[in-house]
């Protein structure tokens, strides 16, 4: 076989309900099941041919695509018979999403917080967060819908905590008639860099009073009742896409990922059970001998994850909670849609890891700003949510949660660009009070202003270098080369 052929393989996708069990055809779009309302995984009814192939074999597959120069297989869809192989080629939308590096902490920073840790990139994606993934696929699926159904237009709708609908609206842009974009937003509660995104790619924005969770539960009323796309996590299109962060974690690591702890921010729960989902199928494939560890981390201002499972099996009991300001506002979600999903997906982990092969941990917002910041000071690129698992990765290791062997990787979710008004709060110390965090002085980092504006003017530019430079050297002390 060419190297870069596009496979041939195709599977037979369906939605399983995890509320009562039914199945429905993947041919359509749904969101929630017709019968109970329940959230759909989808499933490839063909997977155990896959499984005709040795775990090597697949390696291998996947280590020589890595070359190729197909455009749809150079992102997500390298691993494209695991996540939603019934596209053709034509359908395949790629705008530089995945394969993200996974840059390992510099030797001061991991020995300030004790272990080896590195952080994957995923702000590196095109819209500068992971969200791309699974607008990649969910993308790739509209596509291949509206060329079988003739569709000649199609409203794409999400609400969102800032980056869904950055992606969304990038996406739609991109591949253009017959789809249209419309982003649902929490009036004040997205970042301006995050809104700038979807209104830059001309999207029709519409703002709401409340929180994301009061937007999701307009969105969900639109869907049920109108000719819409949703594209939150109830897509489950999406979390196939976002799958595909676990198979490049594995193969990154060269398939070995026996000792490896992954933190990762929980919002909607919807990457977290992506993450545990890729790296069930490579188990049941042989390409991965053992299952990694998944750490799930919440901020103690929107923690309902992390309350469910923080009491023994037998007391657990859901329940949404009000969330309260939090910095890792791409995860301030008081009632995640994919909460049924987390629960299948960690009760199979923990089948087959063992029981600490999930687990959530809990974190201060102080905690948040802090490791957000000290990782930025050692090269890294992190959002709040990265800095979220910075201080869910210091927390566990404090728990004695982590052997001596173990490997960190945390997710940076998004580029810290989209959060800079947090650190500008943290160097200005002004941080509304509700979120409780006191800015270390030590680390506020401030532009000076060596010489006045007015010093500029009426001044030739030879003049006025040479009293810039004396500025300069006055400030840093700097001894002449003569001297
Ligand atoms: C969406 C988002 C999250 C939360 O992910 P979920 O899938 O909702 O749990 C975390 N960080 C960033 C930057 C996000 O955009
Ligand atoms: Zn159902």
């Given at each position: 076989?060419?190297?870069?052929?596009?496979?041939?393989?195709?599977?037979?996708?369906?939605?399983?309900?995890?509320?009562?069990?039914?199945?429905?055809?993947?041919?359509?779009l749904l969101y929630?099941?017709?019968?109970?309302?329940?959230?759909?995984?989808?499933?490839?009814?063909?997977?155990?041919?896959?499984?005709?192939?040795?775990?090597?074999?697949?390696?291998?597959?996947?280590?020589?695509?890595?070359?190729?120069?197909?455009?749809?297989?150079?992102?997500?869809?390298?691993?494209?018979?695991?996540?939603?192989?019934?596209?053709?080629?034509?359908?395949?939308v790629?705008?530089?999403?995945?394969?993200?590096?996974?840059?390992?902490?510099?030797?001061?920073?991991?020995?300030?917080?004790?272990?080896?840790?590195?952080?994957?990139?995923?702000?590196?994606?095109?819209s500068?967060?992971?969200k791309d993934?699974g607008m990649a696929c969910a993308f790739s699926y509209l596509k291949w819908l509206c060329?079988?159904q003739?569709w000649d237009e199609v409203l794409t709708v999400c609400a969102s905590?800032?980056?869904t609908s950055a992606a969304a609206a990038m996406y739609a842009a991109y591949v253009g008639a017959p789809l249209k974009s419309v982003v649902l937003l929490?009036?004040?509660?997205?970042?301006?860099?995050?809104?700038?995104q979807p209104?830059?790619s001309g999207a029709l924005v519409l703002?709401?009073?409340?929180?994301?969770?009061?937007c999701?539960?307009?969105v969900e009323?639109l869907a049920?009742?109108y000719r819409v796309a949703l594209l939150n996590s109830k897509n489950?299109w999406r979390?196939?896409g976002?799958?595909?962060?676990?198979?490049?974690?594995?193969?990154?690591?060269?398939?070995?990922?026996?000792?490896?702890?992954?933190?990762?921010?929980?919002?909607?729960?919807?990457?977290?059970?992506?993450?545990?989902?890729?790296?069930?199928?490579?188990?049941?494939?042989?390409?991965?001998?053992?299952?990694?560890?998944?750490?799930?981390?919440?901020?103690?201002?929107?923690?309902?994850?992390?309350?469910?499972?923080?009491?023994?099996?037998?007391?657990?009991?859901?329940?949404?909670?009000?969330?309260?300001?939090?910095?890792?506002?791409?995860?301030?979600?008081?009632?995640?849609?994919?909460?049924?999903?987390?629960?299948?997906?960690?009760?199979?982990?923990?089948?087959?890891?063992?029981?600490?092969?999930?687990?959530?941990?809990?974190?201060?917002?102080?905690?948040?700003?802090?490791?957000?910041?000290?990782?930025?000071?050692?090269?890294?690129?992190?959002?709040?949510?990265?800095?979220?698992?910075?201080?869910?990765?210091?927390?566990?290791?404090?728990?004695?949660?982590?052997?001596?062997?173990?490997?960190?990787?945390?997710?940076?979710?998004?580029?810290?660009?989209?959060?800079?008004?947090?650190?500008?709060?943290?160097?200005?110390?002004?941080?509304?009070?509700?979120?409780?965090?006191?800015?270390?002085?030590?680390?506020?980092?401030?532009?000076?202003?060596?010489?006045?504006?007015?010093?500029?003017?009426?001044?030739?530019?030879?003049?006025?270098?040479?009293?810039?430079?004396?500025?300069?050297?006055?400030?840093?002390?700097?001894?002449?080369?003569?001297?």
């Amino acid at each position: 076989m060419q190297k870069s052929a596009f496979p041939s393989y195709r599977g037979r996708m369906e939605y399983v309900c995890l509320g009562c069990g039914a199945r429905r055809s993947g041919d359509s779009l749904l969101y929630t099941c017709p019968d109970c309302g329940g959230v759909f995984l989808l499933e490839n009814l063909d997977f155990a041919k896959l499984k005709e192939k040795s775990g090597q074999a697949w390696r291998d597959t996947f280590d020589e695509r890595s070359a190729t120069a197909k455009p749809a297989l150079r992102g997500i869809f390298r691993y494209y018979e695991l996540l939603a192989p019934i596209f053709d080629e034509e359908d395949i939308v790629f705008l530089g999403e995945g394969q993200t590096p996974i840059i390992e902490a510099s030797g001061a920073l991991r020995d300030q917080v004790g272990l080896p840790f590195a952080y994957k990139n995923d702000g590196q994606n095109p819209s500068a967060s992971f969200k791309d993934r699974g607008m990649a696929c969910a993308f790739s699926y509209l596509k291949w819908l509206c060329r079988r159904q003739n569709w000649d237009e199609v409203l794409t709708v999400c609400a969102s905590t800032g980056d869904t609908s950055a992606a969304a609206a990038m996406y739609a842009a991109y591949v253009g008639a017959p789809l249209k974009s419309v982003v649902l937003l929490p009036h004040g509660k997205v970042t301006p860099q995050q809104l700038s995104q979807p209104l830059g790619s001309g999207a029709l924005v519409l703002e709401l009073p409340g929180v994301f969770d009061d937007c999701m539960k307009v969105v969900e009323i639109l869907a049920e009742n109108y000719r819409v796309a949703l594209l939150n996590s109830k897509n489950s299109w999406r979390i196939l896409g976002q799958e595909s962060y676990a198979l490049e974690v594995a193969q990154w690591y060269n398939w070995d990922v026996d000792d490896l702890c992954l933190f990762v921010p929980v919002g909607n729960a919807g990457n977290i059970t992506a993450i545990m989902a890729g790296f069930l199928k490579m188990y049941d494939l042989g390409i991965i001998s053992r299952l990694p560890r998944i750490f799930g981390v919440q901020s103690e201002h929107a923690d309902p994850v992390w309350r469910y499972y923080s009491v023994p099996a037998n007391l657990r009991h859901w329940e949404p909670v009000t969330v309260r300001a939090s910095v890792a506002q791409a995860a301030m979600i008081g009632n995640p849609v994919s909460f049924p999903r987390v629960k299948k997906l960690a009760q199979r982990f923990i089948e087959v890891g063992g029981e600490q092969a999930f687990q959530v941990i809990q974190v201060k917002e102080q905690q948040i700003m802090d490791a957000m910041i000290m990782a930025n000071r050692h090269g890294h690129i992190s959002c709040t949510q990265g800095g979220e698992c910075l201080a869910g990765l210091i927390n566990a290791r404090h728990l004695g949660l982590l052997g001596d062997n173990a490997h960190a990787v945390l997710d940076a979710t998004a580029h810290s660009l989209k959060f800079s008004g947090f650190q500008q709060m943290y160097f200005t110390n002004t941080f509304p009070p509700e979120y409780e965090v006191e800015p270390n002085p030590g680390l506020a980092n401030q532009p000076e202003l060596l010489l006045a504006e007015d010093v500029r003017k009426g001044k030739d530019v030879a003049t006025f270098a040479r009293l810039g430079a004396e500025a300069v050297v006055a400030r840093l002390g700097l001894k002449s080369k003569n001297a």
